[in-house]
């Protein structure tokens, strides 16, 4: 098994910066991609940014690009994603995610508000 816990989520007002972090454990994750999801209140769970171990494949959802960057820190066993530019698009809570071809592990998340 492996667990995922986020932090760096808070409130921040728009045009602002947060820098998310995930830490995982439990397994090594060579191979594995791992990527931040987000969900606000009432709506699905959207992709926002992907990274392969090795770093040179990374994906950012259409929107965030140039406003958004994801790294990973092997030794660590961390992903970041820093997030600039916010916009006031209300509560969301931001998840962690290390995947496979095979296997899928999910942080609890952690909640990120830009104010107005």
């Known amino acids: 098994q492996v667990q995922l816990v986020e932090s760096g989520g808070g409130l921040v007002q728009a045009g602002g910066s947060l820098r998310l972090s995930c830490v995982a454990s439990?397994?090594?994750?060579?191979?594995?991609?791992m990527g931040w999801f987000r969900q606000a209140p009432g709506k699905e769970r959207e992709f926002v940014a992907a990274?392969?171990?090795?770093?040179?494949?990374?994906h950012y959802a259409d929107a965030l690009k140039g406003r958004f960057a994801i790294s990973r820190d092997n030794a660590k066993n961390t992903v970041y994603l820093q997030m600039n530019s916010l916009k006031p698009e209300g509560p969301a809570v931001y998840y962690c995610?290390?995947?496979?071809?095979?296997?899928?592990?999910w942080g609890q998340g952690t909640q990120v508000t830009v104010s107005s």
């Open positions: 990274i392969s171990w090795s770093g040179d494949n990374i």
């Open positions: 995610n290390a995947h496979n071809t095979w296997w899928a592990f």
């Open positions: 439990g397994r090594t994750l060579v191979g594995y991609f």
